[in-house]
């Protein structure tokens, strides 16, 4: 089960890339279904299964399946992946569950300071959209008037490389940007379309 911030899944360190979008995508539309996590297979190596367990945790997951064996070394399969019982222990001491709220008042005023900042940043954000899909519409417009194609895939791979830049630069993901622009470079698309038709 990619999700930003979770700079582990990033690495391609895991032997069964997590791909944690699915998990919540299913919590968002399904809260009361309980969910489990694998650690050791998503890992294959028992090094990063602290790290993936706590990930887990953190998208809320109810439970963690973690092979243990008393000799890993002779186990039957998969004995990279396995702890042994001591090893175990530490990893559930280690563990932290979180809870999705908190009665402090200074975190409650604070986060709700920083969540009217991300409304005002989101509102912005929909308004440049909007004046995007706009200007998309223009270029739509001549476009129709000299006989060109709406899909135009050199323009769109060149839009995506140069804005997966700009976003490293700044510390956002490939993923991200490329997925990001693959839904705007959608839109646009069919804001063109619609021009296309009158």
């Known amino acids: 089960a990619g999700h930003r911030g979770f700079s582990e899944v990033e690495s ?3 032997r069964n890339q997590p791909n944690w979008r699915i998990p919540i995508e299913l919590k ?6 309980p969910l489990i996590c694998d650690p050791s297979h998503i890992c294959g190596k028992r090094d990063h299964i602290q790290a993936v367990c706590q990930e887990a945790l953190d998208l809320l997951f109810e439970g963690l399946m973690i092979e243990v064996h008393p000799d890993p070394d002779h186990a039957l399969s998969d004995n990279d992946q396995q702890l042994v ?15 999705e709220a908190s009665e402090n008042s200074d975190f409650q005023k604070q986060v709700a300071t920083l969540r009217e900042d991300i409304d005002k940043i989101d509102a912005g954000i929909v308004r440049l959209l909007a004046k995007r899909m706009k200007v998309a519409e223009e ?14 895939p050199s323009r769109i791979n060149e839009i995506i490389q140069t804005r997966i830049a700009q976003g490293q630069k700044l510390s956002l993901s490939k993923e991200f940007i490329a997925s990001l622009y693959e839904l705007i470079h959608e839109e646009a698309v069919r804001h063109q379309e ?5």
């Open 85 to 99: 019982p001591r090893d175990y222990v530490s990893l559930l001491a280690s563990l932290k569950v979180k809870s």
């Open 139 to 152: 270029i739509g417009e001549y476009k129709k008037k000299n006989d060109v194609t709406v899909l135009q």
């Open 12 to 14: 391609g360190k895991y």
């Open 28 to 33: 968002l539309n399904y809260p009361d279904l």
């Open 194 to 198: 619609e021009v296309l038709k009158f």
